[in-house]
């Protein structure tokens, strides 16, 4: 499609049917991707540390156990309460962000137009043909507002992260990752090197998994996940071996 309608069909996004070639992209709003990663590298890197700590500091395997389920319940309801505040947080501002410009179109449509017809130069259409695709998605208030939430925020509004989405993939996925290093004790396997043994596994599996997502060699993001938890352990090792030698 060519001239004023083909420029603004573009403007305002993907035709219906831009799905029937199979393009599509992945989960870049921040919503239950984001949390589910965190949740459960946060839970991997916590409890394999913890045990390491508590195992250095010489506690009985119950006692490891114990603070392992502790930290797993307590880490989990954190992250949940932490991304739900997060995301709801960033979602209001959005709405206030949204709001204001929905006021400033409407105190001053000439000054938003000419704003939009700049957007539409600096993306390489020409000055004649900017004023007329503005003018005419300008005719739609709820269009305009978009085009501009998008070129000054940077941001769509209608891909705004569920907070009790990325809430529940944290949580979930904690627990799931904080229960890898207890699994030896949960099992009457009471051997510290065995718990660190099947954090270090999961944290590598968990950093394979996330390559998936990205452009890392699946080796490079397994083997800085490994390295970072292995740095963590050997912190809080040092530290419960400290703390264990000098109470003894």
């Not at 921040?30 to 500091?57: K, P, Q, S, Y």
């Not at 204001?100 to 993306?123: I, K, M, S, Y």
């Not at 390489?124 to 004023?131: I, R, T």
């Given at each position: 499609m060519s001239g004023p309608a083909g420029a603004a069909d573009r403007a305002q996004g993907p035709?219906?049917?831009?799905?029937?070639?199979?393009?599509?992209?992945?989960?870049?709003?921040?919503?239950?991707?984001?949390?589910?990663?965190f949740g459960a590298m946060d839970g991997l890197v916590t409890n394999t540390a913890l045990v390491a700590g508590v195992g250095g500091g010489g506690a009985a395997?119950?006692?490891?156990?114990?603070?392992?389920?502790?930290?797993?319940v307590a880490g989990a309801i954190s992250m949940a309460l932490?991304?739900?505040?997060?995301?709801?947080?960033?979602?209001?501002?959005?709405?206030?962000?949204?709001?204001?410009?929905?006021r400033e179109l409407?105190?001053?449509?000439?000054?938003e137009l000419a704003?939009?017809?700049?957007?539409?130069?600096?993306?390489?259409?020409?000055?004649?043909?900017?004023?007329?695709?503005?003018?005419?998605?300008s005719r739609d208030p709820e269009t305009a507002l978009r085009l501009h939430v998008v070129a000054e925020l940077g941001v769509t509004v209608d891909d705004a992260p569920s907070p009790r989405t990325a809430a529940l993939s944290s949580l979930a996925t904690f627990a799931v990752g904080a229960v890898v290093p207890?699994?030896?004790?949960?099992?009457?396997?009471?051997l510290l090197w065995v718990a660190l043994l099947c954090g270090g596994a999961g944290l590598a599996v968990a950093g394979v998994v996330s390559a998936r997502f990205t452009r890392r060699p699946w080796w490079f993001s397994g083997g800085r996940q490994l390295l970072f938890g292995a740095l963590a352990c050997a912190v809080t090792y040092a530290i419960g071996l400290a703390i264990g030698t000098t109470v003894a």
């Amino acid at each position: 499609m060519s001239g004023p309608a083909g420029a603004a069909d573009r403007a305002q996004g993907p035709v219906d049917g831009a799905s029937s070639h199979g393009h599509a992209h992945g989960d870049v709003s921040g919503g239950w991707l984001r949390a589910a990663v965190f949740g459960a590298m946060d839970g991997l890197v916590t409890n394999t540390a913890l045990v390491a700590g508590v195992g250095g500091g010489g506690a009985a395997p119950r006692a490891i156990l114990l603070a392992g389920v502790a930290s797993l319940v307590a880490g989990a309801i954190s992250m949940a309460l932490g991304e739900y505040t997060s995301v709801q947080t960033q979602n209001e501002q959005l709405d206030l962000e949204v709001t204001r410009e929905r006021r400033e179109l409407q105190r001053n449509p000439r000054g938003e137009l000419a704003e939009l017809v700049a957007q539409l130069r600096v993306r390489g259409v020409e000055e004649d043909l900017a004023h007329e695709v503005a003018t005419q998605l300008s005719r739609d208030p709820e269009t305009a507002l978009r085009l501009h939430v998008v070129a000054e925020l940077g941001v769509t509004v209608d891909d705004a992260p569920s907070p009790r989405t990325a809430a529940l993939s944290s949580l979930a996925t904690f627990a799931v990752g904080a229960v890898v290093p207890l699994l030896p004790y949960l099992f009457g396997v009471s051997l510290l090197w065995v718990a660190l043994l099947c954090g270090g596994a999961g944290l590598a599996v968990a950093g394979v998994v996330s390559a998936r997502f990205t452009r890392r060699p699946w080796w490079f993001s397994g083997g800085r996940q490994l390295l970072f938890g292995a740095l963590a352990c050997a912190v809080t090792y040092a530290i419960g071996l400290a703390i264990g030698t000098t109470v003894a």
